[in-house]
């Protein structure tokens, strides 16, 4: 069992940045892949970014590259999510998951979830 605790969201200005965190309970946090979802008002959650077990290897959404930088610290149990040139359109609530998968853009293949953190960019 893992549970995971957004923290980071806010209210920002287009062009601004803000870093998330997910912080990790347990001494299993280096056994999963991680990710970040996003679910904006009337639309499906939507993948972000994951990263891989080690953090050898992430991987993210096309709207978000060269923006976005996900990155974990295992000694921490914490994964992050810089966002950087934030959109009005990256307004959403934002989880951070967990998942033994390696089918990282897929929300069924995640297997632990937080509760969400508000993301608010105003134009």
């Known amino acids: 069992q893992v549970q995971l605790v957004e923290s980071g969201g806010g209210l920002v200005q287009a062009g601004g940045s803000l870093r998330l965190s997910c912080a990790a309970s347990?001494?299993?946090?280096?056994?999963?892949?991680m990710g970040w979802f996003r679910q904006a008002p009337g639309k499906e959650r939507e993948f972000v970014a994951a990263i891989t077990r080690n953090g050898g290897s992430t991987y993210y959404v096309d709207s978000v590259k060269d923006r976005f930088t996900i990155s974990r610290d295992n000694a921490k149990n914490t994964v992050y999510l810089q966002m950087n040139s934030l959109e009005p359109e990256d307004t959403a609530v934002y989880y951070c998951?967990?998942?033994?998968?390696?089918?990282?853009?897929?929300?069924?293949?995640?297997?632990?979830w937080g509760q969400g953190t508000q993301v608010t960019v105003s134009s």
């Open positions: 998951a967990a998942t033994y998968s390696t089918s990282y853009s897929r929300a069924h293949a995640y297997n632990f």
């Open positions: 347990g001494r299993t946090f280096s056994r999963y892949a």
